[in-house]
């Protein structure tokens, strides 16, 4: 059973920057497509970015060439580095992991972006 934990949310000024760590329990982590999500107050939860177990990425367009997606798998661990932060940035944030039966979701991390 995989068990996923947000951490690195906060606060932060426009043109910032976070740092989110997703880290996961479990088996097989490598093997595994994850991605991240964001939910605005008022709005659907989005894709955000994604990794495979190749290592290949993509990204929403919004955050395209200012959000970087990695995994450490030796961690457990899958990042998104945000910088240049907009105050649209502000949402949930949440770690989503996919296998070929199941998905699991943390319990997201609240980043907003505000001067």
């Known amino acids: 059973q995989v068990q996923l934990v947000e951490s690195g949310g906060g606060l932060a000024q426009p043109g910032g920057s976070l740092r989110l760590s997703c880290a996961a329990s479990?088996?097989?982590?490598?093997?595994?497509?994850m991605c991240w999500y964001r939910q605005a107050a008022g709005k659907q939860r989005e894709l955000v970015a994604y990794?495979?177990?190749?290592?290949?990425?993509n990204y929403v367009d919004s955050v395209k060439g200012r959000f970087a997606i990695s995994r450490d798998n030796a961690k457990n661990t899958m990042y998104l580095q945000m910088n240049s932060l907009k105050v649209e940035d502000t949402a949930v944030y949440y770690c989503?992991?996919?296998?070929?039966?199941?998905?699991?979701w943390g319990q997201g991390t609240q980043v907003t972006v505000s001067s």
């Open positions: 989503n992991l996919l296998t070929i039966s199941s998905e699991f």
């Open positions: 479990g088996n097989r982590f490598s093997a595994y497509r």
């Open positions: 990794i495979g177990s190749s290592g290949s990425t």
